[in-house]
């Protein structure tokens, strides 16, 4: 099989229905069993994968983002554009926009993180200079020009272990510490993309303001209400995106 493209679609990013002649596969890995769906946009194959499964059933600690990544790997990937949902700390990045995000800060607790546990696959050090594809990243920034979608070019995304949000106390330390988003999945599969030689990249949508920078507490709901009133835009970007 040889699928070069993967979206992977994070919270409220559900539904590949832009694909034509869809399929699904599943797909094993010695992490555990992957179920993928696979169509055509522009002539090329793409495969869809929904980070939290079916009815957002899987919180982001216990994504199998091992299984994931090498399942993507085994079927041809080399290029991924992921989605994420993302709070902002930085009030010139205010909900309903997009940022490409080339920076993240690990505050995750609990996951595997790494393809090279020792063993068979050995004690590997990856570079992590660029931690998202400066390549794909251009051609995301383009394809929001084409499309008249403003795009911040750039942004520092912390990853917290979740599924809790955060304290504003914790909110007001990511952005001294250089923080301009909170999400909770984009470590490690940034980080398994770059072990497995993958061109990876995310679109983040601003949903909310942190804990304690809104005025009112925080709900997955609202989260989710966000990402429905932007799903068009995300879907536009990444469908241009394929096309260039
Ligand atoms: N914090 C963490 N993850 C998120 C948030 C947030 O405020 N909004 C959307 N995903």
Do not use: W
């Amino acid at each position: 099989m040889n699928v070069p493209i993967a979206i992977i679609g994070g919270t409220g990013v559900y539904d590949p229905s832009m694909l034509a002649e869809p399929r699904q596969v599943n797909v094993q890995t010695p992490y555990g069993n992957v179920s993928l769906r696979l169509g055509k946009y522009a002539g090329k194959d793409v495969a869809f994968l929904n980070r939290h499964e079916e009815g957002h059933s899987v919180p982001p600690h216990l994504v199998n983002y091992r299984a994931n990544i090498l399942a993507l790997k085994r079927i041809g990937v080399r290029q991924i554009i992921a989605t994420a949902a993302v709070g902002s700390l930085n009030e010139n990045m205010g909900p309903n926009q997009l940022v490409i995000i080339d920076q993240f800060l690990d505050f995750t607790k609990v996951r595997p993180s790494t393809f090279f546990d020792g063993g068979q696959n050995g004690v590997i050090h990856t570079d992590l200079t660029y931690p998202y594809c400066p390549r794909l990243r251009k051609v995301l920034l383009q394809a929001a020009a084409d499309k008249n979608l403003n795009a911040h070019d750039g942004g520092v995304y912390v990853c917290t272990e979740g599924p809790r949000f955060e304290t504003p106390a914790e909110i007001r330390m990511y952005k001294q510490l250089g923080g301009d988003l909170v999400g909770m999945t984009s470590v490690p599969e940034a980080v398994l993309a770059r072990e497995a030689e993958m061109c990876y990249a995310t679109v983040c949508m601003v949903t909310n303001f942190g804990a304690g920078i809104s005025p009112e507490v925080l709900t997955h709901m609202e989260v989710l209400d966000a990402m429905k009133a932007n799903i068009e835009n995300i879907k536009i970007l990444a469908m241009r995106t394929i096309e260039l």
